[in-house]
């Protein structure tokens, strides 16, 4: 085994990406074939149906209430939940696959489950195991970070300039998706037939009025946890920054006999987080296999076809945003070469496509900065857990792509003044968007109503998010890597590696 040893990790993630790809290309989930559960003299049955011709709902007194074709798996689906959670009674299904198929009383239906989806609890543990590192190290490590600083007008300095940055890649990234949306229109270049088909398989998230506009005045107010330990078991990032702040600050203030010991205790901890993340990382691999082998297996790449201009967009903005911005900025404000910062970057990068979470990515971030880039840790323990939380390049460009994309579907013109509210609303979303996978599409909801786009025009980009979550995250996190070396040469600490 010399010779897997001596693969680095970075290609063999890489190697775990591709061949999870293939893996679940290869059994990819049919949407020809279905599993259902009913019940036969009381107790619960599986039975599965496969390449039928149509399939009919019958209510108890056998009357059919909603018939679908051979092509209407994921509205089969949609239809039965609907139909259980609005409680309307117990329904019967027919089925013609060559011969008639009578199942009573349908509690659920769902996709057969192949092998590539039933091995993404592998990956989900490969997450886990990253978010479980992630706020212990971001804690002890922005303690020491801060107390190691000393005068408290060089944190409020760094954090200042730390701030100004993160706003000006946030505005830049939106400001390129805005702009690639309005020259490509790809909402126009959806044809009315996969408007409906769209509209009809996918739902929006229901939350109802739950999520209101952003308020920046709350966010500040937000910060100040009124438990500590709450925070930090919520997982609430911006908190638990202000309170390792606090401690960090704090400890320069007091004696030094009794300030050493406590500093030297978290520094332990972060070491030894540091320590666990290299331990976590030779699984990587394998959890990248099974993430990237579900996600394909499950979603696969036809609907990308139906979406293909919209995608096309967004994953533009992303690379321009990526490349043509960041590197660049990096190169002249850091004086990193631009090959060097994205070499030194590769193991973040793939973590975060595949992970599609800033949050689990940000214990693999913090280490590339400090043993590639030579960004010291006082800093990437500062910055980084500041970027996780509020600084999302990617998000903040794919709400304003999808904003203008399902404004232009429904034949609505947004004027300058409705983008330049996008503009202001995608980067105070981006502020409260959570460092998870997923959650950009609830945050999206703030950024339409702003502007007063249907709601329920998420369901025709909902068939591609899980794939360009994955694209999105990247940007997101080389952002906030790219602001800790500008930082760190700004303070004059940056530490060339070979």
């Avoid at 959890?287 to 076809?305: P, Q, R, Y």
Wanted: with cysteine; hydrophobic share 50%; glycine share 8%.
């Amino acid at each position: 085994m010399n010779w897997w040893k001596s693969i680095p990790l970075h290609h063999k993630i890489l190697g775990g990406l591709i061949l999870g790809a293939l893996f679940g290309a290869l059994f990819n989930v049919s949407k020809y074939e279905l599993s259902v559960q009913h019940k036969v003299n009381g107790e619960d049955q599986t039975t599965e149906l496969v390449r039928w011709q149509q399939v009919e709902f019958l209510d108890q007194s056998g009357t059919v209430v909603a018939s679908f074709g051979k092509e209407d798996q994921l509205k089969i689906i949609q239809f039965v939940r609907t139909h259980t959670k609005a409680k309307q009674g117990p329904i019967n299904l027919r089925a013609m696959t060559g011969s008639q198929v009578l199942l009573e009383q349908v509690q659920s239906i769902e996709k057969v489950r192949t092998i590539a989806v039933i091995i993404k609890p592998i990956g989900t543990i490969f997450i886990r195991l990253l978010m479980f590192v992630a706020i212990p190290l971001v804690l002890s490590s922005l303690i020491v970070g801060a107390a190691s600083l000393g005068d408290i007008r060089h944190v409020g300095r760094l954090g200042g300039k730390t701030m100004l940055f993160y706003l000006c890649t946030i505005t830049s990234a939106i400001t390129v998706g805005l702009t690639l949306v309005n020259l490509i229109s790809p909402g126009t270049r959806l044809s009315p037939d996969a408007k409906e088909k769209l509209m009809m398989e996918f739902r929006p998230p229901d939350i109802g009025s739950s999520v209101q506009p952003p308020d920046l005045l709350e966010m500040l107010v937000r910060i100040v946890p009124t438990n500590p330990f709450m925070a930090i078991s919520g997982g609430e990032m911006l908190q638990i920054v202000f309170f390792a702040l606090m401690i960090g600050v704090s400890l320069t203030m007091i004696d030094t006999t009794k300030s050493k010991p406590v500093i030297d205790f978290f520094d332990g901890i972060s070491e030894t987080m540091i320590k666990m993340v290299g331990m976590i990382m030779n699984l990587a691999p394998y959890g990248v296999f099974a993430l990237i082998a579900a996600t394909v297996g499950e979603f696969g790449f036809d609907i990308l076809e139906t979406l293909v201009w919209y995608s096309a967009t967004l994953i533009l903005g992303l690379l321009i945003q990526t490349f043509l911005v960041l590197g660049p900025a990096v190169r002249i404000f850091s004086g990193i070469p631009y090959k060097k910062f994205f070499s030194g970057m590769k193991e973040p990068m793939l973590v975060a496509f595949t992970t599609s979470s800033s949050g689990a990515t940000l214990p693999v971030n913090m280490k590339a900065c400090e043993n590639n880039l030579g960004v010291p840790k006082k800093i990437t323990s500062f910055v980084l857990p500041l970027g996780a939380t509020i600084n999302m390049d990617g998000t903040s460009m794919y709400q304003a792509v999808a904003t203008v994309f399902i404004a232009q579907v429904y034949g609505m013109d947004l004027n300058l003044t409705q983008q330049l509210t996008i503009l202001l609303t995608a980067v105070l979303a981006s502020i409260g968007t959570a460092p998870v996978p997923g959650v950009g599409i609830v945050m999206l909801i703030i950024v339409l109503r702003s502007v007063n786009v249907p709601e329920e025009g998420i369901a025709l980009i909902l068939g591609v998010d899980r794939l360009l979550d994955m694209c999105r995250t990247v940007p997101n996190i080389l952002g906030d890597a790219a602001v800790a070396t500008i930082i760190a040469k700004s303070e004059g600490v940056l530490e060339p590696r070979p």
